[in-house]
């Protein structure tokens, strides 16, 4: 089993992330936040942490 990376209220930057598309992410207990590291003070899409489980699931 893999160690879960995410720290709560801690951003952390994908490991999957190239230089041009930069994703990071924050966990607590009530969501995971999803955010462009190159725009820090941009929109946050907030989805429930049993979502972000289903996408790593699938897609990690």
């Known amino acids: 089993m893999k160690r879960n990376p995410l720290r709560h209220g801690v951003w952390v930057t994908s490991s999957r992330s190239q230089q041009v598309a930069c994703v990071q992410v924050r966990a607590s ?5 999803i955010r462009d590291s190159k725009q820090r003070f941009g929109d ?5 942490p049993g979502a972000w489980t289903a996408f790593v ?4």
């Open 29 to 33: 207990e009530t969501s995971v936040d």
């Open 44 to 48: 946050v899409l907030n989805v429930s």
């Open 57 to 60: 699931r699938t897609f990690g």
